[in-house]
T-cell receptor, first 114, second 110 residues
Framework: KAGVTQTPRYLIKTRGQQVTLSCSPI?????VSWYQQTPGQGLQFLFE???????NKGNFPGRFSGRQFSNSRSEMNVSTLELGDSALYLC?????????????FGSGTRLTVV | SQQGEEDPQALSIQEGENATMNCSYK?????LQWYRQNSGRGLVHLIL?????REKHSGRLRVTLDTSKKSSSLLITASRAADTASYFC??????????FGTGTRLTIIP
C-alpha cells in the first residue's frame, strides 16, 4: 500500500512569507501528527489531528497552524516565516491516537527560510 | 528537557559487530518505540515494546525494557553498512504526544 506522502520535498522561502505543507496519510489511518526536526532541538511535536479535530498541540507559536480534511489528508501552515523555521518537517500517520501503535512517517519537507 | 535520552550520542563499529544503544526516560510509559532515520529522510518504525513486556525481537533487532530503571536498550546484531543511520527511542505516556529522544548516530565501518 502507498506510504505517507509529503509535498513538496523541498521549499525555499523568504522571511515574512507564508508556506503550506501537505501530507497524505496511509489509507485507513485517521491520525496525522506533525514534527519539526532541527539539529539543535531534535524532533519537536507540532500538533496531531484525528478525525478532522486537533487533539494535541506542542509549544509552538500561533504562526504554526494545521488542519485535517475529511479524507484524513492534512496541511500545516506557517505564516510570517522566520529564519529559525528552517527545518525538516515530518508528517506521521497512525491508526490510533498519538502513534500508540507506531507511526509511519513521510519523507519530510525540507524548508529553508532565507 | 527530552522525555527520552539516548546513549551514546554517536557510535562507530566495524561491520559484523553488534551495536547497542540505550534510552532512558523520566515518567511511566504505555509503550516505547524505536525508529531509524537515514540521513535527511523520514523515520522508519522498527519495534514497539509495551510496558508489561521485557524483551522483544525482530530479525537482527533485540529490544529490552526495564521499567524499574526507566530504560530500554536496542541491540543490532551482525551489523551491516546499511544499518548506518540515526536511531531514536520514543515514549508513549498516555495522554500526550509520542515524545522522541535525542538519537544515537550509528556508523558502520565496512
Amino acid at each position: 500500500k502507498a506510504g505517507v506522502t509529503q509535498t513538496p520535498r523541498y521549499l525555499i522561502k523568504t522571511r515574512g512569507q507564508q508556506v503550506t505543507l501537505s501530507c497524505s496519510p496511509i489509507s485507513g489511518h485517521r491520525s496525522v501528527s506533525w514534527y519539526q526536526q532541527t539539529p539543535g532541538q531534535g524532533l519537536q511535536f507540532l500538533f496531531e489531528y484525528f478525525s478532522e479535530t486537533q487533539r494535541n498541540k506542542g509549544n509552538f507559536p500561533g504562526r504554526f497552524s494545521g488542519r485535517q480534511f475529511s479524507n484524513s489528508r492534512s496541511e500545516m501552515n506557517v505564516s510570517t516565516l522566520e529564519l529559525g523555521d528552517s527545518a525538516l518537517y515530518l508528517c506521521a500517520s497512525s491508526f490510533g491516537l498519538r502513534g500508540g501503535d507506531g507511526y509511519t512517517f513521510g519523507s519530510g519537507t525540507r524548508l529553508t527560510v532565507v | 528537557s527530552q522525555q527520552g535520552e539516548e546513549d551514546p550520542q554517536a557510535l562507530s563499529i566495524q561491520e559484523g559487530e553488534n551495536a547497542t544503544m540505550n534510552c532512558s526516560y523520566k515518567t511511566s510509559i504505555n509503550n516505547l518505540q524505536w525508529y531509524r532515520q537515514n540521513s535527511g529522510r523520514g523515520l522508519v518504525h522498527l519495534i514497539l515494546i509495551r510496558s508489561n513486556e521485557r524483551e522483544k525481537h525482530s530479525g537482527r533487532l533485540r529490544v529490552t525494557l526495564d521499567t524499574s530503571k526507566k530504560s530500554s536498550s536496542l541491540l543490532i546484531t551482525a551489523s551491516r553498512a546499511a544499518d548506518t543511520a540515526s536511531y531514536f527511542c520514543a515514549t508513549d505516556v498516555g495522554n500526550e504526544k509520542l515524545t522522541f529522544g535525542t538519537g544515537t548516530r550509528l556508523t558502520i565501518i565496512p
